[in-house]
């Protein structure tokens, strides 16, 4: 499945773009405002909308297409009724899950509009409702003149200004992009809805049927699917939940596909792709293929393996952990298949061929236009090169930052204390006012997936890694821990919380601080968010006091980012400038979780020697896959429907049998996931939710041959919706009958 964002960044990327006209059919994940521009392409392909049409975010099919922050969606009602993948609402389903309640293997429908359930703190839908080119206000902000720092500072200041000014009238979240590496930047004005409420969820042995072991596989046999509702105040403004909230109308939904869809006909995917780096260095890929991904990997296996033997002993713990671990496996094999598409497809070598073509053409130049872009690209090596030697830690205190929890709200609380103290627009990015009440949300969210257990060992496995380093920067952090483990406990006169024999004193240190910390608790860590800067300096709870001992150091690596990502601002931009103009058709910019549309064909391709893959699977298929043992577990009620109930609008001629999955040749990354996928008029034939393992790293460098989408077909969503989980009311509102 296209990966959910995790919150961490990335540090690698990849190369130029490859030259084949056939490439460009395909490769591409276009602006809005690019498509008229390539209308004759777009007619060619099959598309029977006017290509202008789909630059207008006020026109159908655009208007329709939402994001849910991290992964897509569209609405498909008059009533805010909204499609998405069954991945996509899996925090959803864990907020309302119990023990004895288990939405997340159950599934979820309500059968009535009042018992449709709140999706829990930080949900939203945003409608992007305009988009303004502001290059000239950003780049025009920087001095004269200015340092790498100096430059950084001044388009945070001048982004800052225009998100102000954009957001005073109220109901919109606004963000400034950059493009083109930061050659463009665009202001982006979104309805914010803020009560999102889970309306229906198959059962985990549809949604997630084959679980990791199909998890970017073909062939597929997945139920990815599920809806929610938009709910605004009763006067159509966008509002926290409330009971007295009405759904949202939108100004258009998508319409549905009822004929076949075959080999070979026009499809297009339009959502927020998360993120590329097709324009970055093949040195840059190399780094990632030799220390990040192999990193990850390890680092994933770990956490992962910490959670499964919390959840073995604890079933209320699996539970809450469950949609934590779901990222982190998803995660996991997509970096698998980077890796082994690195490794197999001599991707990093063909990136660095480019790269000393590109080189080679500007050098056999004489005019100060080439030089200048060669000097750019000998500069980009150099910065690239710097603040690796400090890589490990950074990465392990970032990973450390976002992955525990009761630390990672113990820094957030610091951090915004600091902050604080600062008009806003001097604040940090996501420290702001306007952050604030997503900050309390997000830690709010922790009171359905907090595990002690989980979280305490996740901490002492990364203090060891750390310790490992021998870094003198974390010593403080890590002597404090050991000052824990060394002091002798209340009444026992031994390290607090040690076993007999355990020598160890960092651990003791993590068991000391978890056993003394009132973190624990939802109320304690929501009040954390409202103590001073001098309040939590002064505190005595030891995870407040490691994040405090820790903030020095992450202000330093914040501030050595903040002046390389000014030098990569400077310097990025004038090597794409060149690629650019060598190119001889248009480019589009790496994805950044922006609008987008990719337009392509239903098609399978080639796989191991002797084998084609067929662009579609069927219901029959799932029933050959099924063991009775998850992840192969298909329900009973949907065996029975595939031996008896194949019929109607939903079962294709061709294939004997309902459609299940079906194969493309679109461009899409994470951030794609539950993207409306399009028929050649616009209305909605699937939805994308993975791609294949093979292609992964076209990420970074497009795989022509290759690199397939994979979509679920409405056909077997409404099949499903129809013959197995009886959901009349929401088959009646899409206007489908059963």
Known sequence: ?????????????????????????????????????????????????????????DAYPLSAIISLGGCSASFVSDDGLAVTNHHCVGDALQHNSTEERNLIEDGYYAATRADELWAGPGSRIYVTTRITDVTSDVLGAIPEGASDVERFEAIELATKELVTACEAPGGVRCEVADFFAGAEFRLLERMEIQDVRLVYAPAESIGFYGGDDDNWMWPRHTGDWSFLRAYVSPSGAPAPYSPDNVPYHPATHLELRQEDLEDGDFVMVAGYPGGTYRYRTGAEMAWARDVTYPWNIATMTDLIAILDAVAAADPAAEVRVSDFRFGLSNYLKNNEGMLDSFRAGGAVERAQARDAALRASLAARTDDEARAWLAATDELTQTLEEGRETDERDRTLGWMGWSVDALSVASTAYWLAVEREKPDLERDSGYQERDWTRIRERVARLETSFVTEADSRMLDYFAHRLD????????????????????????????????????????????????????????????????????????????????????????????????????????????????RELSTAPIYPDANSTLRVTFGNVAGYPGPDGVWYLPFTTANGVAAKHTGVFPFDAPDALLDAIANDQRGPWLSPGLGAVPVNFLSTLDTTGGNSGSATLDSRGRLCGLLFDGNYESMASDWLFDPVRTRSIHVSTAYMLWVMSEVDHTDRLLDELGVAH
């Open 468 to 579: 490992g380093l021998g870094e003198p920067d974390l010593a403080p952090a890590l002597d404090l821990l050991r000052e824990l483990g060394a002091a002798p406990a209340s009444g026992r006169g031994r390290g607090a919380g040690a076993d007999a024999g355990d020598g160890d004193v960092l651990a003791r240190g993590v068991r000391a601080a978890y056993a003394a910390t009132l973190l624990t608790d939802s109320d304690a860590r929501l009040s954390l968010l409202d103590a001073s800067r001098v309040d939590l300096e002064q505190s005595r709870d030891p995870i407040v006091r490691l994040a405090v001992a820790l903030y020095p150091l992450r202000r330093a690596i914040d501030d050595e980012a903040n002046a390389r990502d000014g030098a990569l601002g400077r310097l990025r931009p004038q090597v794409l400038a060149a690629v």
């Open 1 to 57: 499945m296209r990966p959910r964002h995790l919150r961490l960044a990335t540090t690698v990327a990849l190369p130029l773009l490859a030259a084949s006209a056939q490439t460009r059919a395909d490769e591409g994940m276009w602006l809005p405002e690019q498509l008229p521009a390539l209308a004759e392409t777009l007619a060619a392909r099959g598309l029977e909308l006017p290509a202008a049409q789909l630059a207008d975010l």
